[in-house]
């Protein structure tokens, strides 16, 4: 190799999970490095795998990747690209066309300037064997890393590089993921250097004429150039200063690690199987789940995902795209871990998230993953009762845990020697609730350096709380694929029978038969682990299938209760045993609904729950204990989470069991009476943790005229709800007359919900320093739009570099939907100039301030937040639009836009463009805006308060709760009833009333 030329006495070693280093010693000027070397295959994962097992390995100082890459402008062969940073080309969203979102990675900055440094010299030449005879060039420059060899100059991925990352000067295919894995460990200097072996074409010949090895020789020379001319304050800020405590560190580390590797196994080693009595080892039945690098933005309901209206789109969706639309980035959930930064797991319920931070956790107790670190899972219901006693600081109760000094706890959590794994954040509410939430964001602020991964379900995840300035990432667990299924259910069936080849068997019938056309529902439905064990289960008990998701509970609650009591004896349960199902059930459901009600609806304190059985069965607390612990032992619907806290197995059963209840008990008052209940039904029906509920419940009226009345009345009690509040009808009174004007081949009510959407979008963004909108607050807007029309959307997007632009909503959108799209895109992304340049003002200022207290002003270097893409998606915005006005004869309106597209600059290229976004940008955007206003009725200013916003936010999540009850239950509704809701939705109150009449009155 070219880099083991350089070293002395190398030798070999090998990782104990069998990577093969050499190690070896580069002598220069008097000092001395000790240097590994391991070579990866070609991709950006297996590099940052690879990066990462070294630097707990190794604990190097610095991190060089030495290599080859093609040349793709101002490059010769033979030239050294020292990258400034490395661009993931092949991030982004998937659309009609692929839209880029750059994932970019940067070289550590003092590695950046010694790279300058030497490259302005000539002195690394030395260093290579031979002189050549055209000396090579040093770039400091950007590159491009993604998982194709791209072989032609010609190919569509070189012209999306040139297109997209113009200061790119090579690519490769490592670099992105060594940086992943040096950002994650950033006492780790790192700098990506590459020879330029071809320069895209012709890769065969360059190859032949040796090339690869000159190129290689070259990067080679450069890095222990780099290395001979690093300073000692170059390297102080990220190392450690005393060899001999960093070796204590390490003792301490893996003495730890050893003394909690059985604890660990014991506790976090198994996991429950529905169907058997007994827990079973993770690893003979864990399925490697799929982790979604990006939350989904067109995601539908957990309803829409299980019970969809088969007759639309056949084919559409395959098993693994299940609930997910277009196609997203799909990573193994340990490789995601690679990347070192905190993580936000979200997931619907039974997804798998809490036995993914089981793998995690047995991953690392095994050395397999994060072997530097001590692993430690906290479930944090448990927490709510074990952590009071240590104020719910997590740093006393890792003391007490790991039953270390605080100063040595200390050590290991400044050293970022701690993986923390919180489960269950949406299962801690009220008062402690947000203290727990609170202390976990303290913990981040204070040990940036420990990694934590927290876990939550989707919809309890409201995102209103700043995760991400504290590095969090916010990733999904993936429904399961068709791969996953089939692994799944084999080793569920061979686990439950006992005998490998006849569990095999019934397990390949039972997909056999779940992949059949006919049982389309219910394969769609087995997508999560729970609900795949449910069906597992109930097809082993009964031989068949149901698609609704409240028929699939019923069967399996009805196994939990009959046949496991049956199979049992268990001391003291003669009141639960003698229970007929039907009334186990109402007990349950009994205890469901009052938990429920509660603010903290999910633990119950032993006393509590006993309470409850006594009330319902009409026994003593003592009586009532022992069905307590009956229904624990003989079928674990209800658990003991902790000493004497209680909780269901699992909160979508709770739901369930709610809904149920809710059925017997809210709806003669809730919905026919017009008293306090009403009031207490709107208010239920506004909080999102009802919502499960209330679609289950509607899902299980099979009355035709009684499920159509019902679904009625919910939406005129929505209405009603709203009928005081006066922005919100102005803002449905201008989309009711606007859609009612405008020419399209959309529904009128999907003009509404497009309309109220798009004016979300634009004032959102107009009323945020800087704008960023959150995913969460236009979920329920795309949502709901998408259940009206599944070909019409609206998505939002944010440029990596600063998050200061609106992305492309081009879309599907055509004719004048698609014009009001342009004027109001093309207006927003011109206000966000000027208001971008007044902050990288105020940035400039402040950074040039900071660099002068260290640093020569003439290496000052700015990188200011305007962007090219924002005059483009101007640019294509109003020519997109002046070529509709001139297809459709619009010439006033059509003048009017050559008068402001002939305003703005040629290009975004020179002192010009800086001028126009500085001086001219904002008043150009109001120009537009009243072109809007006066010729399209749109792009008003609302200025809507905190409050007005919270109403809308509501009144859309209502609308689309409304939506996923309709589509639940589609077959038992009139197609009067239907068409009434559909041509009533998203209308103002007055028209309503105008138009039903006396129906408002029910």
Request: contains cysteine; proline residues 2%; negative net charge.
């Amino acid at each position: 190799m070219a880099v083991s030329a350089y070293l002395k006495n190398l030798r070999e070693e090998i990782h104990p999970q069998g990577t093969i280093y050499e190690r070896g010693e580069f002598y220069v000027n008097g000092k001395f490095w000790e240097v590994g070397i391991v070579e990866v295959g070609a991709g950006n994962t297996g590099a940052a795998l690879e990066a990462e097992r070294a630097i707990a390995y190794f604990n190097p100082h610095i991190i060089l990747f030495i290599g080859v890459a093609g040349g793709i402008k101002d490059v010769k062969l033979g030239d050294v690209v020292a990258a400034t940073k490395v661009y993931g080309y092949e991030s982004g969203k998937a659309k009609r066309s692929f839209e880029p979102r750059p994932d970019v990675g940067l070289s550590t900055y003092s590695m950046i300037q010694r790279a300058r440094a030497e490259a302005r010299k000539l002195d690394w030449l030395q260093r290579l064997k031979s002189s050549p005879t055209s000396p090579p060039q040093v770039l400091v420059a950007p590159i491009a890393a993604g998982e194709k060899v791209i072989a032609s100059s010609q190919s569509s991925i070189r012209k999306f590089l040139q297109g997209n990352y113009g200061d790119a000067v090579a690519v490769e295919m490592e670099g992105r993921g060594l940086l992943q894995a040096a950002h994650a460990n950033q006492q780790v200097l790192a700098l990506i250097i590459r020879g330029i072996s071809d320069l895209i074409d012709d890769k065969s010949e360059t190859d032949t004429a040796g090339f690869r090895e000159i190129a290689a020789q070259n990067a080679s020379a450069f890095a222990f150039q780099i290395l001979a001319k690093l300073q000692g304050n170059e390297l102080s800020d990220t190392t450690y200063s005393n060899n001999n405590e960093h070796h204590d560190l390490e003792v301490l580390v893996q003495k730890l690690r050893s003394r909690l590797y059985d604890d660990i196994q014991s506790l976090h080693g198994t996991m429950p199987l529905w169907g058997v009595d007994h827990w079973v080892p993770l690893v003979e039945l864990f399925v490697d789940i799929n982790i979604l690098e990006e939350l989904s933005s067109s995601r539908r309901s957990e309803l829409d995902d299980l019970w969809q209206d088969f007759s639309h789109n056949p084919g559409y969706r395959s098993l693994d795209r299940i609930g997910l639309g277009s196609k997203r980035e799909q990573v193994s959930g340990l490789e995601v871990l690679t990347k070192n930064t905190n993580l936000m797991v979200v997931g619907k319920p039974g997804s798998g998230k809490t036995t993914y931070l089981q793998q995690v956790v047995t991953e690392c107790n095994e050395g397999n993953i994060q072997a530097h670190r001590i692993p430690v899972l906290i479930k944090l219901r448990e927490f709510v009762k074990d952590g009071r006693k240590f104020a719910y600081s997590l740093k006393r109760y890792l003391e007490q845990y790991w039953r270390l000094s605080d100063a040595e706890t200390q050590l290991l959590l400044e050293q970022g020697r701690a993986l923390v794994l919180l489960d269950g954040l949406d299962e801690v509410t009220g008062k402690d609730g947000n203290k727990i939430d609170q202390e976990i964001k303290q913990f981040a602020r204070t040990y940036p350096q420990v990694q934590i991964i927290v876990t939550c379900r989707t919809q309890s995840f409201t995102g209103e709380m700043n995760w991400k300035s504290l590095r969090f990432q916010f990733v999904e667990v993936d429904n399961f694929n068709e791969l996953q299924v089939r692994k799944f259910a084999e080793h569920w069936f061979k686990t439950v029978i006992g005998d490998e080849s006849l569990g095999l068997a019934k397990g390949q019938e039972f997909l056999r038969l779940l992949f059949l056309e006919e049982n389309k529902p219910i394969r769609e439905l087995a997508i999560t682990p729970i609900l795949l064990s449910l069906t597992c289960a109930v097809f082993h008990q009964k031989g068949k299938f149901y698609s609704k998701r409240s028929k699939l509970y019923e069967e399996g609650l009805e196994l939990l209760l009959e046949n496991w009591d049956k199979s049992r004896e268990i001391e003291r349960d003669e009141i639960y045993r003698d229970l007929s199902v039907e009334r186990k059930l109402e007990l349950l459901s009994h205890l469901a609904v009052k938990k429920f009600e509660q603010e903290q609806y999910v633990l119950f304190e032993q006393e509590e729950i006993e309470g409850y059985i006594a009330e319902l069965l009409g026994i003593g607390l003592r009586d009532s204990r022992a069905v307590l612990k009956a229904i624990e032992a003989q079928h674990g619907l209800l658990i003991e989470r902790s000493q004497k806290v209680w909780s269901f197995s699992h909160l979508t059963f709770q739901e369930y069991l709610v809904a149920l209840n809710f059925q017997k008990y809210f709806i003669a008052l809730d919905f026919f009476y017009k008293d306090k209940q009403e009031v207490r039904f709107i208010r239920l029906l506004y909080q999102r943790k009802w919502g499960q509920v209330i679609i289950l419940f509607f899902e299980q009226l099979l009355d035709i005229d009684f499920f159509s009345l019902a679904l009625l009345v919910l939406k005129f009690r929505i209405d009603q709800s709203v009928a005081l509040q006066e922005k919100l009808q102005d803002i449905l009174s201008w989309a009711y007359q606007k859609s009612s004007n405008t020419s399209s081949c959309y529904s009128i009510t999907t003009l509404r919900c497009f309309y109220i959407s798009l004016i979300a979008i634009i004032n959102t963004i107009d009323e945020l320093e800087p704008p960023w909108i959150p995913d969460f607050l236009m979920k329920d807007f795309d949502d709901l739009l998408s259940k009206l029309d599944n070909n019409i959307s609206l998505d939002v997007y944010h440029y990596a570099s600063n998050g200061l632009f609106l992305g492309n909503l081009h879309g599907s959108l055509e004719g004048e939907t698609a014009l009001d799209r342009d004027l109001c895109h093309a207006r927003a992304h011109a206000s966000l100039l000027g208001r971008t340049v007044r902050l990288d003002e105020v940035r400039y200022a402040a950074e040039k301030k900071e660099w002068m207290l260290h640093y020569n002003e003439e290496e000052f270097e700015f990188d200011p937040s305007i962007s090219d893409e924002s005059f483009y998606e101007i640019a294509e915005s109003l020519d997109r639009a002046m070529v509709f006005c001139e297809d459709n004869n619009w010439e006033e309106l059509g003048l009017e836009l050559v008068k402001l597209y002939n305003q703005i600059p040629q290009s975004p290229y020179g002192k010009e463009y800086q001028q126009w976004c500085k001086d001219d940008s904002e008043a150009w955007a109001e120009q537009l805006r009243k072109v809007a206003i006066q010729y399209r009725n749109i792009d008003y200013q609302w200025q809507l308060t905190e409050q007005d916003w919270r109403v809308l936010y509501a009144y859309i999540y209502a609308n689309r709760l409304l939506m996923d009850c309709l589509e639940g239950n589609a077959e038992n509704i009139t197609k009067e009833m239907k068409l009434l809701i559909l041509e009533t939705l998203l209308i103002p109150y007055s028209e309503l009333k105008a138009i039903t009449g006396a129906a408002t009155e029910i």
